[in-house]
Each structure stands twice: as C-alpha cells, then as structure tokens.
C-alpha cells in the first residue's frame, strides 16, 4: 500500500531495540487510514465540513436575501430559480437554510461543548475520588436520565423561558449526564493502572495525576461523544424550535422553519421537506462520523 | 540505642470485604538502619506487598485500612503524617519502585516528562535544570544515549530499560528509603543480575537504606544484609542472611530454603512445601503454619506462638514453639 511506505518512512530513523512498530507520528496516519477505510464516516465527515463552511461563510452563499420577501413567488416549489421553492411570504428557503445553518451549528456546538465541559470535570472527579461526592454525582445523573431528554429540555425552557440561548442551556443539562458516566467509567479503569500508582509514590499531587495521567486517557471517549452528541443536540434545538420554544419564527431557524410550514403541508410540502431533509442529513452524518471516530480511535481494531 | 532509619512496630492493615474484614498484615514489626539492605520474604499473599504499600501509605484507591500500629521513618510516625507531610516525603525520602516495569511508565508521554515532574516537585528545580538532572540520572542508573532516550516514548525501551527508568526516578531526590517490591520479577535472568549490580551500587554510593521484597532467595543471598521472612501477614523469622541460610529456625524458613533448587544435588523431586496459605478470612486460631508444618505439636494447633528474640546471636526472632526454648533469658516480647 502507498500509504502505508510514507508512513514509514516520513518516521525518525528506528534505532535497532526499538521493539514498537508505529511512532508517534505513525499514529495520527494510522488514524487517518482507519477513518478513510470508512467509506461512509468520511462521506459523513465531507458533509459535516461543507456544513462549516456553509455556516462560516453563509451570508455570501446565499442567492437572495433569507429574509426579504417576494410577494410574487408565494409557496413555489423548486425551480431553476429557486432550487428549494419560496415559503409562504415568498422567501427563498434554501437561502434561510444556509441563513440557518450558523444558528444549528452555533447552538447545537455550543451546547455540547458546555455539556462536555462540565460532564467531564465531573466524571474525573466523581471517578477519581469516589465516596460520596461519587454518589452525589451519579445519582444526579440518574435522577437527569430518568427524564425523557426532550421532556426535560422542555422543562428546563420552561423554566428560563424561550430563546436560543436558554436552548443552549437545556440542551447543554441534558447532555451533561451522558458524559459525567462515560468519564467516569474511563477514570475508573485509569486510576488502577500502575503508572498512576507510581506517579503517586514519588509524591505527585491529585491534581497532576488527574490532568496529566488521567485526563488525556479520557480524550478519545470525550471526542467520540461530542460528534455523537451532535446530532441529538441538532435534534433536540429543532425541535425546541418546532415547538415555539427556541428560535423565533422570524429567525431562519431549521425547527421554526419545519414548525411554520407544517400549516401548508397539504399545498406546499417542499417548505416542510427541505427543512426536513437537511436536519435529518445533518443528524445522520454527526452520528456516522461519531461511530467512523469510534472504530478509528479503538486500537484494538486493525486497520 | 541508635535510632534506626524505619521502624515498623505492630503495623496491621485491613481489607474490607463483602460485610467483614480481613486482616492483610497482622502487627508486623522490623527495622531498617540507614544503608542496610532488608529483604522481606514470604510466598505470594503473605502480606509482603501490602506491608510496602502501607509504609506508603498508597492504599487509598484500595479498600485496605491500617487499623494498628505505626510507622516511625527517622522518628516521625508515618502513619499519623497528614496527606499532604506525606505527599511531600513521597518520592523525596521514600521512593518505591514496582515489579512491573512495563506498566509503571504512562505509555503516552515522554520519559522525560515523567522523569522532571518528581524532580521539579521535590527539589524545587527548573525545567531546564531538572531535565540535566534527569539525563544525569539516566547515565548513572547506565541508559545508553541518555539524551535521545528522555525523549521517547516507554514503549521504545525494552523491560530492562523501563526498569532503569523507574529506578533513575526513584533515585532522583536521593530518597533515604528505598522499596523495592519485587523489581527484578518480571525481568529475565541476565537482566536481574544487572539490575541487582545497580541497585547495590546506588545503594553503597548514596547510603540508603533499602527493603527488599521478593520471593526470589537467590536475590536475598545476593543482595540483603538482613532477612525477614513473612507468613500470613505476620513475621515468622527475622535473622542475618548468613545466618538465615546456614541455620534457619523457623520450619516456614527451612522449607522455603529446601524448595529451591541446587546445582549438583541428585534428586528427583524438588522438594516442596505441602498445602496453601490459609485463607486470610478464616486463620486458624493457633500457629498459622501448623497446618502445613512438619513438626507441628498439639500446642502449635491450639494456640500461636510469638516472634521472641533468640539467644546466641544478635537481631535473630523466631516465631515457633520449637524455639521457645532457645529464647533469651527475660527477653523482650515483640
């Protein structure tokens, strides 16, 4: 294999005890080879990135205005001119879908991101120091996994009151139990390993073992959830959206969007199908990219 | 009398279990002099371990206890040290190296990270000054190319070589207690000899003292001043390791001694000792040994004898009622 001669020979020179077949910079390649070997995750992770760049440079993408109606094309259906159709005041849905597409990715990346933040800080606490404060922690989780996940997000918008950022904040909660367990059970197996126990015998301080030693063997598990997650937080912002609880119905919100059309369902339904579509795609391609990182961050599959 | 460098006096640890406890190490007492080498023996789960482990206090993340007795390093009881006074004599004047050198070095970073961090902790050095430290260290502990080597990664590094590493750290703050549990088990025979000529060197060139813990009495007739033979969580016999291979008292020591193999001895069968360790969770009430014992007594089942000093020689106990007799006259009870 091609590949396989560059990796060998971009690594430094082997001295000739060196027993390890893969360096350190054989190892992101080796990665790399196991995700392209997953013809799915990679065409996942191609969407995924137009979906950046869509949402980076939205404004210059769009053919018209997202917001400007057009009183002459009223729930159109696609057309040369308009590739998705027009909505009910006539603005142009694929330019409110690529308007859309930074509102989904900043809310449901955002949210993740708290939850990962805070469900990992405690994991590594509850895994690492055990005892009660592992039992509060844990019991937390359950209390917040026995609700239905959209349930509680509705509960908590309920609570702080509609808008994108309190969204942020439910999808965020109910994300954080998730990854507190995840953390918890990677900490767990860490802190019996001898290296830890060695670390600590030359009197290293908890702090360091956790963020030196305990920390990074979490790394692969945290980025594997977050791209899993993804696709649920997409999930559950529509949907708050749909529901009236997240964005306005003026912003060119995906949910709000898939929410306003369901009125002209039986007239129009391309105002609800391209929405529709491009959520479901989206989802899809968070969760296959999240498994295609599974299996390539596992050492313990073969390339 | 001088003060010795560690004293273990009555140390007993406990393991919770299910609804009881079972007591791992049952009022273990020795001493350590500064530069002298102790070797504690026993088969595998007599308490050897737990007994190193206890001195530093890593039981934490087990669900071990110590419940009796103390630890006096220097003077100053270990066992009432907070975490913190304890934390900082971890590493600085107790160091400890583990008998599985593949697994005691964090497999993603480098050696020398894992070799400053100790060093910068302890003696308060710079990063820059504590990696000399470090490549210094490796030298000594004999790591060819020393400075390509605090550059990589463990898995680059045979057995052998980890065990230098993990030697190199323990050594790094000129710790003045040394345990070494088991550090030469999992390497191969050529290596063990290596590793042994190091630590004795190290040993000699920094005037430490050093326990040993092993099960291996070929490393004990090499290596140790001092000998304390451990069976179930207690001490069976302590004595000078001249002493202890050409006169054991304790039937435990003997039979440990016949069942090691001899060049230019005609036999067929190795000799063994019979039967198991009892199960920690349910000791006999008399002699622990007794059971496996040849010259066990109704006396030995029915009630434990206890390590008394032994006339004749200097620093030799015995635990066994066979040896009663040769006690020192009013001698102090251990």
Known sequence: ?303 | MTQHLLEVEGLKTEFKRGGGSVTAVAGVDFHIRKGEVLGLVGESGCGKSVTSLSIMRLLKDTPGKITGGSVRFEGTDLTKLSEKDMRRARGNDLAMIFQEPMTSLNPVLRIGLQLTEPIMLHLGYGRKKAREHAIHMLKLVGIPRAEEVIDEYPHQLSGGMRQRVMIAMAMSCNPKLLIADEPTTALDVTIQAQILDLMKRLKEEQEMGMLLITHDLGVVAEMCDRVVVMYAGRVVEEAPVQELFSNPKHPYTKGLIQSVPKLRQKVRRLESIKGNVPDLSQMPPGCKFAARCPFAMEKCVASEPELIPLAGASERKSRCWLTQDEAVEGGDRA
């Open chain 1, 1 to 303: 294999m091609s590949g396989n001669s560059i990796g060998m020979g971009a690594g430094a020179p082997l001295p000739a005890e060196a027993l390890a077949p893969e360096k350190s910079k054989g190892r992101a390649r080796a990665f790399f080879r196991k995700f392209c070997k997953q013809r799915l995750a990679l065409i996942a992770a191609c969407f995924i990135i137009l979906l950046f760049i869509v949402a980076a440079f939205g404004p210059f993408l769009t053919p018209y205005n997202p917001d400007t109606p057009d009183y002459d094309a009223l729930m159109k259906g696609p057309s040369a001119a308009h590739w998705a159709g027009t909505d009910e005041y006539g603005r142009d849905i694929l330019s409110r879908l690529i308007d859309g597409t930074r509102l989904t990715m900043a809310v449901s990346l955002s949210s993740v991101l708290i939850a990962a933040v805070f469900g990992t800080i405690l994991g590594l606490l509850s895994g690492f120091y055990g005892g009660w404060w592992d039992r509060l922690i844990m019991r937390g989780s359950d209390v917040l996994f026995s609700f239905p996940d959209l349930l509680l997000a509705i509960g908590i918008v309920a609570i702080l009151g509609p808008g994108l950022s309190n969204v942020v904040i439910a999808v965020a909660v109910f994300g954080i139990p998730s990854f507190a367990r995840i953390i918890r059970s990677v900490t767990l197996s860490a802190k019996q390993t001898l290296f830890v126990e060695a670390t600590r015998s030359m009197g290293a301080k908890n702090s360091r073992i956790i963020w030196r030693h305990i920390f990074p063997e979490t790394l692969s598990s945290i980025i594997v959830n977050v791209s899993m997650r993804i696709g649920g937080a997409i999930l559950a912002a529509a949907s708050l959206s749909f529901l009236g609880m997240g964005a306005k119905t003026t912003e060119p919100d995906w949910g709000a969007m898939l929410s306003m059309g369901r009125d002209y369902l039986s007239i129009a339904p391309h105002i609800v199908y391209f929405p529709g579509l491009t959520i479901f795609l989206a989802v899809l391609a968070f969760n296959l990219v999240g498994d295609g990182l599974r299996d390539a961050l596992d050492p313990k599959t073969k390339n």
